[in-house]
């Protein structure tokens, strides 16, 4: 039940600014993934990455799978109200090992 | 059905009472999760299956909580003499293979009173 370090914890930003949040750990990944979560609802997943240096986007969401396999980060682009919630990073270190998920990042979109 | 499902969606139980949760992972998916979650915070990890078989049970908080899965498929997370404490939303994710992306359910809403 390790957990990964995400950052930030929360970020308060204007509407059509960009958003940067990155997970970190001390051990190799083969697997991440972003996760969303809106209130009252589950995680959804947003982008999944398998290979380092893997650079995948997803409409205005664009997501890295870091080179030293230890690091992944979530950019969000022109930010809309509807991007506010809970966005969880989550790693598989690979085999038969579970996921471990970061703490998240709650973002707060300001009128 | 096409999605991770739990029941019930919400539960009110007495404190001291033991409670079942239900989470019927997606068909064919090996490896399920299961995840506590306070209001507004963080997924706190509880006890991962690979088959019906439980590799990391470490996040259990503990000996009133206990979780089995049957036939690869269904899940029960048990928890007994429940306690204040105990109230808050668990979440259920399943995942075709250990490292593939993992699809969580809608969570059941714990309240002990």
């Known amino acids: 039940g390790q957990q990964l370090n995400q950052s930030p914890q929360s970020m308060f930003i204007q509407e059509g600014e960009d958003v940067s949040m990155n997970c970190t750990s001390s051990s190799i990944f083969n697997t991440w993934l972003w996760y969303k979560q809106d209130p009252g609802e589950g995680p959804v997943l947003l982008i999944a990455?398998?290979?380092?240096?893997e650079l995948t986007s997803n409409g205005r969401l664009t997501a890295q799978f870091g080179i030293t396999r230890k690091d992944s980060f979530l950019n969000i682009s022109a930010s809309i109200p509807s991007d506010v919630g809970i966005y969880f990073c989550a790693g598989q270190k690979g085999g038969a090992d579970g996921l471990t998920f970061g703490k998240g990042t709650h973002l707060i979109i300001q009128p | 059905g096409a999605g991770v499902s739990q029941s019930p969606s919400n539960k009110v139980t007495e404190k001291g009472k033991d409670v079942e949760l239900r989470c019927d992972p997606i068909?064919?998916?090996?490896?399920l999760y299961w995840y506590r979650q306070s209001l507004g915070q963080g997924l706190e990890f509880l006890i991962y299956f690979q088959g019906n078989s439980a590799p990391d049970k470490s996040g259990l908080p503990s000996d009133r909580f206990s979780a089995e899965r049957t036939g690869g498929s269904v899940s029960t997370l048990t928890i007994q003499r429940t306690q204040q404490e105990d109230s808050a939303v668990y979440l259920c994710a399943s995942s075709f293979l250990p490292g593939s992306e993992a699809f969580f359910g809608q969570g059941t809403r714990l309240t002990v009173v």
């Open positions: 990455l398998y290979k380092a240096g």
């Open positions: 068909s064919g998916h090996t490896a």
